[in-house]
């Protein structure tokens, strides 16, 4: 019974941090009238609590396996519920944008920490691989409950309500958590190496800024700064791991094709879906207008094939192997992503609601299956450290996917824009759709000129997107093993 109280609790934390990920999608257009941000803002807002988890996620992994991921847990947590206060209650974009880069810090605590206890806490191969897929079930479901949530709160609140939720299940994290989890640590850890952790930063943050920087079409000197930074940010942090007697992350790991064809898979698809969906909100509002809430509702579609997946994971791996089960998966989501694109510009939105079915199924199938394999691949005792890095390669994901894709769509939205001449409202609708929906009439020409414009964007970076999850299948199946061990007893 304590065991399950224990998954309970970690998984309402990655619930938390998953629609914590998304829950501001469908309150851009609102926070947009309040705080006025710029185009580069508002990316920022949406980003930069990725880019805070991913920077941070090694060094938070590596403390959790010395301080004890327990202890780590609740403090992150009571961190994460003051900075979800500062959040709601910002007074302009940039006090936001710092408060979601707290969130992203205490978030970066609580993940490594959730996956770490769960490969401690069930140590039989079958019964983890079921925790983690309820785990992973709970992530991916995150994701798509985010602006269901979100939109039920802004039909009747103001856009910082949706950071408020955060309290009461932190509240509940920290008080249950504090009597049923268990508290584990590496033995062996050693000292805490600070010159990796600020390495591993260097290596991270300058390489997503550069994305963003030159998806953004801007190649400068800062651009070239950035590129050089990141580089030599990542030889230094290898090389230190290479010399070092107890180094933060295992480079040799990579070598084992099992676990770097899973973290590569784990990125590609959070790359694509993260994109998608960060945009997809907008096109519901924004594009076929409706309100937060029915936004939200029609993306539980993909929601709920997420959550189906738990229900198939087991039988795919045994009757075809792990390998070939996430290739099938990704395959499947990037056939949903394509539909999506084609439908996009249809009159009816219930084909493109039921579009994301297939996206949806396939991503829960195959995060489920990379998250176990990472995880089963490596000792309890490094635990910390497989998860930390299968979190990063989640998070960069999610990060790069809104930066890239994003800046892609903006590129894209510019380039179709074909403004009616001297109608008036030129640069709000060439700045964003969501500026010239809150600044022009809905008459407006500029803003029709605007819609079309959007859509067309929105439909080419969705089939960028299919693309890049295509490629996912292909290296799941070139790399990753078709172990079906350990699998008998799942399901």
Same mark, same amino acid.
């Given at each position: 019974?304590?065991?399950?109280?224990?998954?309970?609790?970690?998984?309402?934390?990655?619930?938390?941090?998953?629609?914590?990920?998304?829950?501001?999608?469908?309150?851009?257009?609102?926070?947009?009238?309040?705080?006025?941000? /710029?185009?580069?803002?508002?990316?920022?807002?949406?980003?930069?609590?990725?880019?805070?988890?991913?920077?941070?996620?090694?060094?938070?992994?590596?403390?959790?396996?010395?301080?004890?991921?327990?202890?780590?847990?609740?403090?992150?947590?009571?961190?994460?519920?003051?900075?979800?206060?500062?959040?709601?209650?910002?007074?302009?974009?940039?006090?936001?944008?710092?408060?979601?880069?707290?969130?992203? *810090?205490?978030?970066?605590?609580?993940?490594?920490?959730?996956? %770490?206890?769960?490969?401690?806490?069930?140590?039989?191969?079958?019964?983890?691989?079921?925790?983690?897929?309820?785990?992973?079930?709970?992530?991916?479901?995150?994701?798509?409950?985010?602006?269901?949530?979100?939109?039920?709160?802004?039909?009747?609140?103001?856009?910082?309500?949706?950071?408020?939720?955060?309290?009461?299940?932190?509240?509940?994290?920290?008080?249950?958590?504090?009597?049923?989890?268990?508290?584990?640590?590496?033995?062996?850890?050693?000292?805490?190496?600070?010159?990796?952790?600020?390495?591993?930063?260097?290596?991270?943050?300058?390489?997503?800024?550069?994305?963003?920087?030159?998806?953004?079409?801007?190649?400068?000197?800062?651009?070239?700064?950035?590129?050089?930074?990141?580089?030599?940010?990542?030889?230094?942090?290898?090389?230190?791991?290479?010399?070092?007697?107890?180094?933060?992350?295992?480079?040799?790991?990579?070598?084992?094709?099992?676990?770097?064809?899973?973290?590569?898979?784990?990125?590609?698809?959070?790359?694509?879906?993260?994109?998608?969906?960060?945009?997809?909100?907008?096109?519901?509002?924004?594009?076929?207008?409706?309100?937060?809430?029915?936004?939200?509702?029609?993306?539980?579609?993909?929601?709920? *094939?997420?959550?189906?997946?738990?229900?198939?994971?087991?039988?795919?791996?045994?009757?075809? &192997?792990?390998?070939?089960?996430?290739?099938? *998966?990704?395959?499947? @989501?990037?056939?949903?992503?394509?539909?999506? &694109?084609?439908?996009?510009? %249809?009159? /009816?939105?219930?084909?493109?609601?039921?579009?994301?079915?297939?996206?949806?199924? @396939?991503?829960?199938?195959?995060?489920?299956?990379?998250?176990?394999?990472?995880? %089963?691949?490596?000792?309890?005792?490094?635990?910390?450290?497989?998860?930390?890095?299968?979190?990063?390669?989640?998070?960069?994901?999610?990060?790069?996917?809104?930066?890239?894709?994003?800046?892609?769509?903006?590129?894209?939205?510019?380039?179709?824009?074909?403004?009616?001449?001297?109608?008036?409202?030129?640069?709000?609708?060439?700045?964003?759709?969501?500026?010239?929906?809150?600044?022009?009439?809905?008459?407006?020409?500029?803003?029709?000129?605007?819609?079309?414009?959007?859509?067309?964007?929105?439909?080419?970076?969705?089939?960028?997107?299919?693309?890049?999850?295509?490629?996912?299948?292909?290296?799941?199946?070139?790399?990753?093993?078709?172990?079906?061990?350990?699998?008998?007893?799942?399901?």
């Amino acid at each position: 019974m304590r065991r399950h109280l224990s998954l309970a609790v970690l998984t309402g934390a990655v619930l938390l941090l998953a629609i914590d990920s998304t829950v501001l999608y469908l309150a851009v257009p609102s926070l947009t009238r309040d705080l006025d941000p /710029s185009a580069t803002q508002v990316l920022w807002i949406g980003d930069i609590y990725s880019l805070a988890i991913a920077g941070l996620l090694v060094t938070m992994g590596n403390v959790a396996d010395r301080i004890g991921r327990k202890k780590l847990l609740l403090i992150g947590s009571a961190a994460f519920g003051v900075a979800s206060i500062v959040a709601a209650f910002a007074p302009t974009a940039e006090v936001l944008i710092v408060a979601r880069l707290a969130l992203g *810090a205490a978030g970066a605590t609580l993940m490594p920490s959730t996956l %770490s206890l769960i490969r401690n806490i069930y140590p039989d191969p079958a019964e983890r691989t079921r925790a983690i897929a309820i785990w992973s079930a709970a992530a991916a479901s995150g994701i798509a409950l985010g602006p269901i949530i979100g939109g039920a709160l802004l039909e009747h609140f103001w856009w910082g309500s949706v950071f408020l939720i955060n309290i009461p299940v932190m509240l509940a994290v920290i008080v249950v958590g504090a009597i049923v989890l268990p508290e584990s640590k590496n033995p062996e850890a050693g000292r805490f190496d600070l010159l990796s952790s600020a390495l591993s930063m260097l290596a991270i943050v300058p390489f997503v800024a550069l994305i963003k920087r030159v998806a953004g079409g801007s190649i400068d000197p800062l651009a070239l700064t950035l590129a050089v930074a990141a580089a030599l940010g990542s030889w230094l942090f290898v090389r230190r791991q290479r010399r070092s007697a107890h180094p933060m992350i295992d480079v040799d790991l990579f070598r084992n094709g099992a676990f770097s064809g899973a973290v590569s898979v784990n990125f590609i698809s959070v790359f694509a879906m993260s994109g998608t969906l960060f945009f997809f909100s907008q096109y519901l509002q924004l594009a076929r207008e409706l309100g937060p809430l029915q936004a939200g509702l029609a993306e539980l579609p993909a929601a709920l *094939a997420s959550m189906s997946a738990v229900a198939v994971v087991g039988t795919l791996l045994r009757r075809i &192997g792990r390998g070939r089960a996430i290739a099938l *998966a990704l395959s499947i @989501g990037a056939v949903g992503l394509v539909l999506v &694109g084609v439908l996009e510009s %249809s009159e /009816s939105l219930i084909w493109v609601v039921l579009a994301l079915v297939p996206l949806g199924f @396939g991503i829960g199938i195959s995060e489920t299956l990379s998250v176990d394999a990472v995880v %089963s691949s490596v000792s309890p005792a490094k635990s910390g450290a497989a998860s930390s890095i299968s979190e990063t390669a989640y998070e960069l994901g999610a990060a790069m996917g809104i930066a890239i894709l994003g800046s892609l769509m903006t590129v894209f939205y510019r380039a179709h824009l074909v403004l009616p001449a001297a109608s008036g409202g030129e640069e709000a609708a060439r700045d964003s759709l969501a500026r010239a929906a809150s600044e022009l009439d809905a008459s407006h020409p500029a803003l029709a000129a605007a819609h079309e414009a959007f859509v067309s964007a929105m439909q080419t970076t969705t089939f960028i997107a299919a693309g890049v999850m295509a490629i996912g299948a292909v290296v799941a199946w070139r790399l990753i093993p078709n172990t079906r061990a350990s699998v008998e007893h799942h399901g």
